[in-house]
């Protein structure tokens, strides 16, 4: 009989077996996509599924499975020959005299990556003795039943699950888990066989009670980052929602046996709805959602709702309309829909007064449902040409006062005001893609004495006109004109609105200007009448950041590194080798744009590790919010030396890594602060303490 248990994998080897006349010879046409080749990686979870007759033998089945391998040799470790090359799903056979063995199951990858795995054997001819049979309900899928056994002389079971019509055990090595999802929860007569190499079986038998998930384990997925003109949201941790709203209003349905509760799942909160007829959403007022695009939930249900019916209630002086909308759902996970607004206007409902919600369960009152993420959503405005950092131009001129539209027959900046005044030609005016505006002016700026000094010098920024009020901004292309809401922002001088000039005027909560943009949108001339006849105009100049462009993770040996203090790879640092396994990762760009966007550039593939929810560190499909959907906001200092990332899974370097610490030992963050040292124009070394003692560096290329 066989017994066998996993060690662990003793190397990875990489085989170079192409030939330059075989592989260099061959195109994408020839070969097909070359890319994957790139990025193959050495096989993963080696392993051995063996079958042994029962008939004292010693004749052992051996078919060898892996991740990623698409061929195997098997080593008996009987000191006879290597087995020839198996194709994956295949198998050999070999007869065992009594004894121990060590096998080596060797798995190749497409480009001949081997990885080993040695797999222990004892061959005896008893019967299996001392059995130890776990049978457990899984803690993740519903209604699916785990069995485990060890025992003495064995080497394989098989599991009679006991389900009426289904009469095929399931087979698996002893120390592994054999697997089986009912249909219906209940109580099962589940058999075990356990068997070696000898003619005898022994056997178990069990009364098991199948249960089913009835909640979800896992949150729902976590939505990208929007800027706030682009979300309305209802209910939803990743966004700020609309004050006053009553979840559970019931509007009857408690006594046909219908019910509700705040569900929480390790501190994250969902609706919960018991056996739903219909239940709602009650606004403490209206909101208009003519201008989104999209309405979206997140819904998880166990099998007995097969699709859920959304009608939003819109009150349009009085007149009470509703139109439904319905989603089918996918059992025992997270359902993620997107309603189109158009499918509610094109049954003529008006969305401009939406004062409730309403969910109906489909069957009717037969089983519960969970909600998280409603919102109303639409895509992003294009960004306008106007977006990004803007200074004075540091030149003659670029301030002037005169009685009409350009002119500076009263007053206009020469050569030596741009020195004189430093403190201000270096400060900078912040237009974002988010439609906010900020006056960034530093430690200095330019004051005039109806600020509160003696006499105009540089000096520290007077409030309202220090940059530290909330401010934004709406640029009208076609009318050429640009208007700041929020006291205290300004562009040019700070005494000058539409009114008149300060202090002879109250200070104004929005001012307009005329604009015009000119050199591929990096020169930008404004114009204000300040009162009746007074014309000034500013010219400002685009602000390019060094670190505007696209940047990669440098390809080489110690582009990443953790240690304990910045810049050490005491604990781990990346070598040559790390480069070739993570192509796929180290492929990926980080977009800085002159309008203040940052993008993460992933393709189809980056490098996933198993917090992401895969089985192993792995090449894979990109997962949300660290998937690049989005464009999100930076803040560079370059006095500090910091980047700032701002939304919800833009990062650099490695996703999991924040200034709180490592995913998923702390919350996806809103922004993350990077310290960034620019060694030369194309070479940025970055550097961000996760929590507190861990920091971890990586060296970014341009």
């Known amino acids: 009989m066989l017994i ?43 392993k051995a599924l063996f079958s042994v007759t029962q008939d004292n033998t010693g004749t052992v089945t051996i078919t060898p499975s892996a991740d990623g391998a698409t061929s195997f040799k098997v080593d008996f470790g009987d000191g006879e020959t290597v087995s020839e090359v198996l194709k994956a799903g295949e198998n050999i056979t070999h007869v065992y005299p009594e004894g121990e063995y060590s096998v080596n199951v060797m798995a190749y990858s497409l480009t001949g990556l081997e990885t080993i795995e040695e797999l222990p054997l004892i061959v005896s001819f008893k019967a299996p003795e001392n059995l130890e049979v776990a049978i457990t ?8 039943v785990n069995v485990t056994v060890n025992a003495d002389f064995a080497v394989s079971f098989d599991v009679y699950f006991g389900e009426a019509g289904n009469d095929e055990p399931v087979m698996a090595n002893i120390g592994e888990t054999a697997s089986y999802v009912y249909q219906e929860p209940g109580t099962y007569t589940v058999r075990v066989v356990v068997k070696g190499a000898a003619i005898a079986t022994t056997e178990y038998t069990e009364e098991f009670e199948v249960t089913a998930i009835l909640q979800p384990l896992a949150s729902a997925p976590m939505p990208p980052a929007r800027f706030g003109g682009d979300v309305i949201s209802i209910f939803s941790a990743a966004y700020e929602d609309v004050p006053g709203t009553d979840y559970f209003p019931d509007w009857g349905q408690g006594g046909q046996g219908s019910s509700w509760a705040m569900f929480e799942l390790n501190g994250d909160q969902m609706l919960q709805y018991v056996n739903l007829s219909y239940q709602g959403i009650q606004l403490e007022n209206s909101i208009d959602v003519s201008n989104m695009e999209y309405l979206h939930l997140d819904v998880w249900t166990a099998e007995d709702v097969n699709s859920i019916k ?51 369960g489909e069957p009717w009152a037969a089983g519960t449902v ?41 007053w206009s900046n020469d050569a030596q005001t741009v020195t004189d005044r430093a403190c201000y030609f270096d400060d900078t005016y912040v237009f974002s893609l988010d439609g906010s505006f900020a006056n960034v002016l530093g430690e200095e700026t330019w004051l005039e004495t109806w600020q509160g000094v003696a006499a105009e010098q540089c000096g520290t920024p007077v409030a309202p006109h220090d940059g530290s ?41 929005s001012i307009t200007y005329d604009v015009s943009l000119s050199d591929d949108n990096n020169t930008m001339t404004i114009g204000i009448e300040s009162g009746s006849g007074v014309f000034w105009t500013f010219k400002l100049i685009r602000y390019i950041p060094p670190v505007a462009g696209t940047w990669q993770l440098a390809p080489e040996a110690g582009a990443l590194m953790v240690g304990p203090s910045p810049g050490s790879g005491e604990w781990w640092s990346s070598d ?5 396994d993570r192509a796929c990762y180290f492929d990926d760009s980080y977009e800085f744009g002159s309008d203040g966007s940052f993008k993460n550039v992933q393709g189809t593939e980056t490098w996933l590790e198993t917090w992401q929810g895969v089985a ?14 989005v464009t999100y906001t930076y803040g560079y200092d370059e006095t500090n030396g910091t980047i700032t990332l701002n939304g919800t899974g833009a990062y650099l370097g490695l996703p999991k890594v924040n200034n709180d610490g490592e995913l998923p030992n702390v919350a996806v963050p809103a922004s993350i602060t990077y310290d960034v040292n620019m060694t030369d124009s194309n070479t940025m070394i970055v550097t961000i303490e996760a929590g507190t003692g861990v920091f971890w560096t990586y060296k970014l290329v341009k």
Do not use: R
């Open 469 to 509: 009020g909330d401010a934004t901004f709406v640029y009208d292309a076609n009318m050429g004109t640009l208007t700041l809401d929020g006291s205290g922002a300004y562009i040019g001088l700070p005494k000058v609105n539409n009114e008149g000039e300060l202090p002879n005027v109250s200070v104004p909560t």
């Open 4 to 46: 066998f248990k996993k060690m662990k994998t003793f190397k990875n080897i990489i085989i170079l077996f192409i030939t330059a006349g075989l592989f260099f010879a061959c195109n994408d046409d020839e070969y097909g996509n070359l890319d994957a080749l790139k990025s193959d990686v050495a096989p993963t979870n080696v």
């Open 616 to 629: 192993s560190e792995q090449c894979g499909t990109p997962v949300a919010p660290h998937d690049g959907s």
């Open 310 to 360: 959304t009608s939003i209630i819109n009150n349009a002086s009085g007149v009470v309309t509703e139109a439904p909308v319905t989603s089918n759902l996918t059992p025992n996970e997270w359902t993620s829909i997107d309603i189109p607004i158009s499918d509610y206007i094109d049954q003529g409902l008006t969305v401009t007064e939406i004062f409730q919600m309403k969910f109906e």
């Open 576 to 580: 040559a080798q790390t480069v070739i």
């Open 137 to 144: 309900n899984d803690e993740a899928i519903s209604k699916q």
């Open 370 to 410: 969970f909600i998280d993420n409603i919102y109303f959503w639409k895509s992003p405005e294009p960004a306008s040409g106007l977006e990004g950092i803007w200074q004075i131009a540091p030149e003659a001129g670029a301030l002037k006062v005169g009685p009409s539209p350009g002119s500076g027959e009263w």
